[in-house]
């Protein structure tokens, strides 16, 4: 009897853990904070480093696209007029091109859209930061570094500015 117990304790604590990095892989997957870090780092396709604490004070626009997706392709002109209006004084877009054929292919199109914000190459960097299930997918932090909202599928610069004029409102 005291076997069959001791099997059945170790197969009850074997489930638990089990079922507790299930649960960590699960929340790592859903919850973009913990997944990539506090304060992720990635480098750009002009060699300049972004690190989420150097912009403290502003707006972080992260946006995941790919150069096969059409609503990606398409908010893409409204992210350029945003981030224009707004990278001088509260608010910075970071493009992070993923699931590319080529560096090329993605250089030549951000040529061709004239795209002003960084565009960091993300299936080059060392260290994956998230790895979206849509795309697009924009994560937006606020000024203090703290993981905002995450926007899944396409974003216009209308909704972004709403977005910015209503926390400014909610925070008054």
């Given amino acids: 009897m005291g076997n069959i117990l001791d099997k059945n304790k170790r197969s009850c604590q074997l489930f638990c853990l089990f079922g507790t990095l299930a649960l960590v892989a699960c929340l790592l997957r859903s919850n973009p904070c913990l997944a990539a870090g506090p304060n992720w780092v990635m480098q750009d396709m002009a060699g300049h480093t972004h690190q989420l604490s150097q912009y403290k004070g502003r707006w972080v ?14 908010e893409m ?3 350029v007029t945003f981030h ?9 877009v970071l493009g992070v091109a993923v699931q590319y054929k080529t560096e090329r292919s ?7 859209m004239l795209i002003s914000y960084p565009i960091i190459l993300g299936d080059t960097q060392k260290s994956a930061l998230l790895h979206p299930e849509v795309l697009p997918t ?3 932090y606020a000024p203090d570094g703290s993981l905002y909202k995450v926007k899944r599928g396409a974003l216009s610069r209308g909704w972004l500015e709403t977005l910015l004029k209503e926390a400014a409102s909610a925070s008054k």
């Fill in 61 to 74: 626009i992260l946006n995941y696209w790919a150069p096969w997706c059409p609503p990606c392709l398409e």
């Fill in 77 to 79: 002109p409204d992210l």
């Fill in 84 to 92: 224009d209006a707004h990278a001088r004084h509260d608010a910075v």
């Fill in 106 to 112: 993605v250089r030549d199109y951000v040529d061709d």
């Fill in 138 to 140: 924009t994560y937006i």
